[in-house]
């Protein structure tokens, strides 16, 4: 994996090769329907205490956990790419605490896989919370035949148009807000996974 661009500091893009995600891509397709639900977002109600909540005004779009998967059989196509989708993202994310100088970090749960369809979105967020910490964010693009979909950081003017391979590593908490705005034709697969300390 090698660096394409920095965006700005602390927001890289790092390139796979398109035709291993065009594989991903196919497999995706293919398997991940009857898996995906609706992704939630944390909210904290009025004794503080932190909870998950399905919010379509906030985040609009289809995920699924590959936690789910350890069910399938070892040969299963989508369990094999999550795999190894996980593996080539900690991989990136290793390279990016060693430019920065982090400390070591470990993802936080199993990879998540998202699917936004025309007309879905998610609004400006971080992904560090209290509840759940994350030092490292990272999203990997499997493919490009759709229209909107952009990666925004909003305290850097930032509106990133990924490409089939890219992989954007970012800090996870503030000022690193960011966004995916609404998608007008098509759908955008991708990963996700966020990391943090050891």
């Known amino acids: ?14 390139s796979v090769g398109i035709d291993k995600t065009e594989y991903y891509y196919n497999i995706l397709k293919t398997y991940s329907d009857p898996f995906l639900t ?11 205490e932190y909870y998950s909540k399905i919010d379509e005004h906030v985040r609009n779009c289809k995920i699924f956990s590959t936690s789910e998967l350890r069910q399938c059989h070892e040969s299963d196509p989508l369990r094999i790419l999550m795999g190894e989708v996980q593996q080539e993202m900690t991989d990136i994310v290793n390279q990016f605490c060693q ?3 982090y400390h070591s970090v470990i993802p936080n749960h199993d990879l998540i896989m998202m699917r936004y369809a025309e007309g879905e979105f998610f609004n400006y967020h971080n992904d560090d919370c209290p509840s759940i910490p994350r030092t490292v964010s990272a999203v990997m693009y499997f493919n490009s035949d759709y229209e909107g979909g952009e990666l925004g950081f909003k ?5 990133y148009s990924p490409e089939p391979g890219d992989c954007v590593v970012f800090c996870s908490a503030f000022p690193y807000m960011h966004r995916v705005k ?16 050891v």
């Open 1 to 14: 994996m090698v660096i394409k661009k920095s965006l700005a500091p602390g927001i890289d893009v790092y």
């Open 38 to 48: 609706m992704g939630s977002v944390v909210k904290k109600n009025e004794n503080g």
């Open 99 to 101: 430019k920065y100088q």
């Open 155 to 159: 305290h850097f003017n930032i509106e």
């Open 182 to 197: 609404k998608i007008t034709k098509g759908a955008r697969y991708a990963a996700v996974n966020w990391y943090r300390y």
